[in-house]
């Protein structure tokens, strides 16, 4: 039974998302209905407290037979000592009195609106005889809607953080298992997701480890399969050299040559594997540091391949073993396969980079094979073994490149024949 088979329904990843969104959603509309209802609730008028209020402001008023200018007498000083705004209907809905600011007073609503009942910060108070006193809390009213507007403001953020504390707590495994894979997939094989939890990703994690782990052997053994198998080959390739030296005199020059040629082609192959394998295995760790005139290294190799050098002067924190294999091969490469036409070499420094540039005045490489021969043992189409080589020195020269920090590439030449690009950090 597999790892997958044994996640729980309710565990499953989709219905967590599922009815998170869900929640959110439902949550949204019932916090905006009660933001709503408390702010919109209508005043019962058989509050006890305005019912007070009500009797105290049927006493104190005068009666219904009073003249306007009574009433309006009294509301003002009310409305001057309450800082209210006040309106005094009489049975029949008629305005008597009002005092308080003009716009509210112009659109006072109907008594028979106030009578089904009035929102704050409008408070209608029966006063027994048939009139109703309007009491509007001018206050009140001018920081209503800021109080809402405040409440859903918080609302929104409340539940924003909310759906952000979800989101990231199912996506954060997530970004650690892609950081993962990322890491394994740019060569280091060692790399491991931690498993979380028993859902989906947690699966996910526990297959990647173990394909990882898998593959990560399989490297290892092949690796130390090719280094055993190359440092094997030297004894008989050394027993083979000396044998070939102590041929008798009777053996024909050309045939004694061959053997030469093939020994030499063997112990090549078998240094470019190792050195392959070590770049391969440590990488950067591989690269022994230390200042390097690259300028002087490429004049000496150039001399002695009979290729042209032109080159601003240029130093680097690198491996000299290494960078003089890798301009040997360069060198090797175009001479083999540049027609023994004459080969450039260019050496460019930039701020913060050297570009080196070999060209050659071959037939030139086509475009859609350029990244293939960076590939071990490749040849191109038409290519036979006479050409000689082993097939591994442009890969040498790109995981050099690499181990260095920089960039190896066959571009576009301005002319006939291939052109390299290799980029190094100063």
């Known amino acids: 039974m597999t790892v997958s088979q044994r996640i729980p329904w309710f565990r499953r990843l989709y219905l967590r998302i599922f009815l998170s969104v869900l929640t959110i959603v439902a949550l949204m509309p019932v916090m905006l209905s009660l933001a709503w209802y408390s702010h919109s609730k209508p005043q019962e008028w058989f509050d006890p407290t305005l019912r007070a209020l009500a009797m105290t402001a049927a006493e104190a008023l005068p009666p219904a037979t009073a003249s306007d200018a009574q009433q ?28 308080g600011q003009e716009p509210w007073i112009s659109a006072v609503p109907p008594l028979s609106v106030l009578r089904l009942g009035a929102k704050p910060p409008d408070y209608p108070l029966p006063l027994g005889d048939g009139r109703w006193l309007l009491l509007h809390d001018r206050l009140q009213g001018d920081t209503q809607p800021h109080h809402l507007v405040v409440f859903v403001a918080l609302l929104t953020l409340i539940i924003a953080a909310g759906c952000y504390l979800i989101a990231r707590r199912l996506t954060r495994r997530l970004e650690r298992l892609q950081r993962s894979v990322m890491a394994w997939g740019h060569g280091s094989l060692s790399e491991r997701v931690q498993v979380e939890g028993h859902d989906e990703v947690a699966n996910l994690a526990h297959n990647f480890n173990r394909s990882a782990e898998r593959i990560d052997s399989l490297v290892r053994s092949q690796k ?26 009777s053996v024909p020059d050309t045939l004694r040559a061959e053997f030469e040629q093939n020994i030499a082609e063997l112990r090549e192959l078998v240094g470019e594997i190792l050195l392959a394998g070590r770049l391969e295995a440590k990488g950067v760790a591989a690269v022994d540091g230390g200042d390097v005139d690259l300028t002087a290294i490429a004049a000496e190799e150039c001399a002695s391949a009979g290729a042209s050098l032109q080159a601003d002067p240029s130093r680097l924190h690198g491996d000299p073993v290494l960078l003089r294999r890798l301009i040997r091969n360069l060198l090797e490469n175009a001479r083999r396969h540049g027609a023994g036409r004459g080969v450039l070499v260019r050496i460019v420094c930039h701020a913060h980079e050297i570009e080196l540039l070999v060209s050659d005045q071959g037939p030139g490489i086509p475009a859609s094979e350029r990244e293939h021969v960076f590939e071990p043992f490749y040849r191109l189409p ?32 301005k002319s006939a024949g291939a052109l390299f690009r290799i980029v190094l950090p100063r």
């Open 224 to 249: 130390a399969l090719l280094a055993n198998t190359s440092h094997e080959l030297r004894s008989p390739l050394a027993r083979l050299r000396m044998a070939t030296e102590l041929l008798p005199a």
């Open 72 to 99: 309006r007498d009294v509301i003002a000083r009310w409305q001057s000592a309450m800082q209210l705004d006040l309106v005094l209907y009489d049975a029949d809905g008629h305005v008597r009195a009002a005092a």
């Open 382 to 413: 038409g290519a036979s073994e006479a050409d000689g080589g082993v097939g591994l020195g442009l890969s040498l020269v790109r995981q050099i490149a690499t181990a260095h920090g920089g960039s190896a590439e066959c571009i576009e030449p």
